[in-house]
């Protein structure tokens, strides 16, 4: 089957926000906390969070294969050839068969003057990051944001030159 990377309109934040839950709630726990999980799902993955990204600028894309919606991803164009990946997330079910790797290159090949791409990922989130060396990425530099609550985001800031 083919893996297609299509846009999301606002009338898919319910699927987005669905999916972004079923995904945080199972990948990140070990990682951060359920404190944090359900924290950082209310403050990014709510109907009017995800609305507010859309008219920011980020544009979703919903990852399907017949028809099943598989994952989703967001990126926002930073001028220039430089853009920036908010977001990459498949359902934990499904991966595993190589479609990080598809998802990925269907992404590239919506943006074929795409020079730089740039992301963050929590350091400790150790498959998500040996993803990211392995499709090209290197890391930037470390970061720490405090994103409220007492919670700090501790990332890689990972860079992906074309």
């Given amino acids: 089957m083919a893996i297609l990377l299509e846009q999301a309109t606002p009338a898919d934040i319910p699927r987005i926000a669905a999916l972004a839950h079923r995904i945080w709630r199972v990948h990140y726990p070990p ?6 999980v359900e ?3 209310a403050r990014t993955y709510t ?3 995800l609305q507010r990204q859309m008219e920011e600028g980020q544009v979703f894309y919903l990852a399907t294969e017949a028809g ?3 994952g989703f991803l967001s ?4 001028g220039e050839g430089r853009y920036f990946l908010h977001k990459f997330y498949l359902d934990n079910e499904k991966r595993g068969r190589g479609l990080g790797q598809m ?3 269907q992404l590239l090949a919506h943006y074929p003057a795409m020079r730089e791409l740039r992301l963050t990922v929590n350091r ?3 498959k998500s990051v040996n993803f990211y060396f392995k499709i090209g990425f290197v890391i930037e530099k470390c970061l720490d944001i405090p994103i409220g609550e007492g919670y700090e985001m501790n990332d890689f800031q990972m860079l992906l030159k074309k």
């Fill in 124 to 126: 400790q989130n150790y």
């Fill in 68 to 70: 099943e919606v598989l």
């Fill in 103 to 105: 998802v990925f290159d």
């Fill in 31 to 36: 990682i951060i906390g359920v404190q944090q």
């Fill in 47 to 49: 109907s009017e969070a």
């Fill in 75 to 78: 990126v926002s164009d930073k």
């Fill in 39 to 41: 924290y950082m799902l």
